[in-house]
């Protein structure tokens, strides 16, 4: 609203509509199809194409608690990829 890029009007309208979702813990099975969406997301940032994600590093984030919110963690995925390609490097 600030930036003049939402309706100020349509904001308070869906405010009438609470959306409940439980948190990322709760949803282990949304871990694996949220990194990919992320990872792809930051792969087209800095033009690099992820083809896999090792097997571990898929299950370390699954068994991750994941306190807090998915907007908070959705640097998480990139961070961890970092990680996995810095591996691979040497």
Not at 19 to 44: H, M, N, S
Not at 54 to 69: F, K, V
Request: with cysteine.
């Amino acid at each position: 609203m600030r930036d003049q890029r939402f309706r100020e009007d349509l904001y308070f309208r869906l405010q009438v509509f609470p959306i409940q979702i439980p948190p990322l813990r709760d949803r282990r099975e949304d871990i694996a199809p949220l990194v990919w969406a992320f990872t792809k997301q930051f792969g087209r940032k800095l033009g690099k194409v992820i083809e896999n994600i090792p097997r571990r590093s898929m299950e370390a984030l699954q068994n991750y608690s994941w306190p807090g919110n998915v907007c908070r963690h959705s640097f998480s995925p990139v961070a961890a990829i970092g990680m996995m390609m810095r591996r691979r490097r040497r």
